[in-house]
């Protein structure tokens, strides 16, 4: 549940702290002013560990202040989801699943539980990508009950419908779980090498293994890791509906049926896609994928704006905490300085 806001920085201490931060402005790569006063307000944040911009695919602030840096791979959380929503789209484009609105009756039975609810076999893989599949959450106080059943997609799959399929969205690493394995089960092999066939390898950045399930799927939606700057390059990739270095990575169409809204988080009162959290309005319309502790990749697409930031992962950032203040970052400091570039 959202905690109480605790006081952010002032104005005047976030400009204040500009003559402790330029002892070690040397750090930084020659960056316009605008850029370096938002290295300025992001260095403020004792949670914040890295931060990554380009504007016009042009790396404009790169600052490490704590944690592993920018080259080393850092816990992405949640950013996971919509890593996996992005192997949904490629493994359509491929011919591996007919749709979105296959159902997991026509796609995996093999996964549904005996005990499941009837009603499971018609939740579809549209109702997963969004998080709107119905089923009670594994995710928040659940989460480490889920972990510890022995069989988390037959867990997630056996719990009650708390609303209809396609209805609500319910914030569930089990929904994207589910969704990973079913992308295993329609190509014949792992997620960790999807992801590293479909993305790795195209857009030129390291993969490695991560969390698996005690069935052996690695997990979808969870405790994947990238470095800041993979995390940039998968942004930007989004950011140019696809496409890197002339190949296309992700079909544009998908990308764009990504980017309309599907349902509504009731934490941070923005809309979701297919793995993706959408809100700001005029040029500072945001595209964004959000991980525990303040895992970001973030898209001003109208302004080519593409960033990321890692955080310290066992440390909550909460819509009215810490994840607050890095939307009052993009949305202020870095939306100001894209502006005047």
Do not use: C
Not at 238 to 259: C, E, F, K, M, Y
């Amino acid at each position: 549940m959202p905690s109480a806001r605790r006081p952010r920085p002032t104005r005047r201490a976030v400009l204040g702290s500009g003559l402790a931060f330029a002892a070690t402005a040397g750090q930084l790569p020659a960056q316009e002013a605008p850029w370096s006063r938002v290295a300025e307000a992001a260095r403020t944040h004792d949670q914040l560990h890295a931060i990554l911009v380009a504007q016009r695919g042009e790396t404009v602030l790169a600052q490490s202040f704590r944690g592993p840096g920018l080259d080393r791979v850092a816990n992405i959380k949640s950013v996971s989801k919509s890593v996996v929503a992005l192997l949904l789209g490629v493994a359509i484009e491929r011919g591996h699943l007919p749709g979105v609105g296959a159902r997991l009756a026509d796609v995996a039975p093999g996964l549904i539980p005996a005990d499941a609810e009837p009603r499971v076999a018609d939740i579809t893989l549209r109702d997963l990508v969004t998080l709107r599949a119905g089923l009670e959450r594994t995710s928040g106080p659940r989460y480490g009950a889920w972990i510890a059943s022995g069989a988390w997609v037959a867990d997630a799959l056996s719990r009650r419908f708390v609303a209809e399929p396609g209805g609500r969205m319910l914030y569930s690493t089990g929904s994207t779980h589910v969704l990973g394995a079913v992308l295993s089960e329609v190509t014949g092999e792992s997620l960790l090498t999807l992801a590293r066939d479909w993305l790795g390898r195209p857009l030129g950045i390291e993969i490695p293994p991560w969390t698996r399930d005690p069935q052996g799927r690695y997990m979808g939606g969870n405790q994947m890791a990238l470095t800041p700057r993979a995390m940039l390059r998968i942004g930007e990739m989004v950011r140019n509906r696809g496409r890197h270095a002339g190949t296309q990575v992700v079909p544009a169409d998908w990308i764009a049926r990504s980017l309309e809204p599907r349902g509504r988080s009731p934490f941070s009162g923005m809309s979701y896609g297919y793995g993706w959290f959408l809100g700001g309005r005029g040029d500072a319309r945001l595209v964004l994928a959000r991980g525990y502790g303040g895992q970001v990749i973030a898209i001003l697409p109208d302004l080519a704006v593409t960033l990321a930031i890692t955080s310290d992962p066992t440390r909550p950032a909460r819509s009215a905490g810490y994840f607050g203040d890095l939307m009052d970052l993009i949305q202020g400091p870095v939306t100001e300085a894209a502006r005047r570039a």
